[in-house]
């Protein structure tokens, strides 16, 4: 990521670009976060391909992350029409996480 998509504008602007837009917060530091971010990336990819995916590094974006109130690696926001939905934390279960985002994405695309 260049540095101008790691100010808040770029990405106030990247959640009103997109009708719904999941954002992975963490930093590249993170064993957890680093792990994690290929296979949420791949859900969003094959599961919910009308959403967009954008990686929050914390350390690049920290007024963004706070902006937010995003203090914890990893974290996971889903947005729709600029609201949010959905908000996981730190241990985040892969199943867990589909199936919520699956329940928002029926009624915000189906």
């Given at each position: 990521?260049?540095?101008?998509?790691?100010?808040?504008?770029?990405?106030?602007?990247?959640?009103?670009?997109?009708?719904?837009?999941?954002?992975?917060?963490?930093?590249?530091?993170?064993?957890?976060?680093?792990?994690?971010?290929?296979?949420?990336?791949?859900?969003?990819?094959?599961?919910?391909?009308?959403?967009?995916?954008?990686?929050?590094?914390?350390?690049?974006?920290?007024?963004?992350?706070?902006?937010?109130q995003?203090?914890?690696?990893?974290?996971?926001?889903?947005?729709?029409?600029?609201?949010?939905?959905?908000?996981k934390?730190?241990?985040?279960?892969?199943?867990?996480?589909?199936?919520?985002?699956?329940?928002?994405?029926?009624?915000?695309?189906?």
């Amino acid at each position: 990521m260049g540095s101008a998509e790691n100010n808040k504008n770029y990405f106030d602007q990247q959640l009103k670009e997109h009708k719904g837009i999941l954002l992975y917060f963490a930093t590249l530091s993170c064993s957890v976060g680093e792990a994690l971010e290929p296979k949420v990336r791949s859900l969003v990819r094959e599961k919910f391909p009308k959403l967009a995916f954008t990686f929050v590094d914390m350390n690049t974006a920290p007024e963004f992350a706070a902006a937010q109130q995003v203090f914890a690696e990893p974290t996971i926001l889903l947005f729709v029409d600029g609201r949010e939905y959905l908000r996981k934390s730190r241990h985040i279960g892969l199943q867990e996480l589909e199936m919520g985002i699956e329940r928002i994405y029926q009624l915000a695309f189906e």
